[in-house]
């Protein structure tokens, strides 16, 4: 169980530092990033980091707690719904996101100059209606 809660708090850390990574020219740097660059992947990358901090808030310290009470649920009915529907919501968002980096990758590989049309509004259309659907 312990190392299940270290394995928790890495998570969540290690996700939170992605998520600072990729902003960091537009938290730090002094000249301004472009919107018209293509920063779809960055934003995708930005909401699955998200999406991963999430789970590592919301769902896996609840498994660490059912590890040790050996496997028996130790809460109330609502908060199995409440893990099982996070785990879902969140596990599905990450799908779409990772199906929403491959559209993206596959444009700019084999499709080079219809790759410019994915802008700024374009990634964040597209990460909308990932944690939408």
Known sequence: ALLLAFITILTIVFKIMIIFAVLRPWIWAHN???????????????????IGSLYGILVMPVGVL?????????LREGFCWARYICDQFLGTTFRIHVMCLSIDRYIAICKPLKYRVLTYKTGLIM??????L
């Open 66 to 74: 059912e590890v040790i009470h050996n496997g028996e649920w130790p």
């Open 127 to 132: 990460t909308d209606l990932s944690w939408l």
């Open 32 to 50: 301004k990033i472009s919107l018209n660059d293509n920063i779809t992947p960055q934003i995708l990358m930005v909401s699955m980091a998200a």
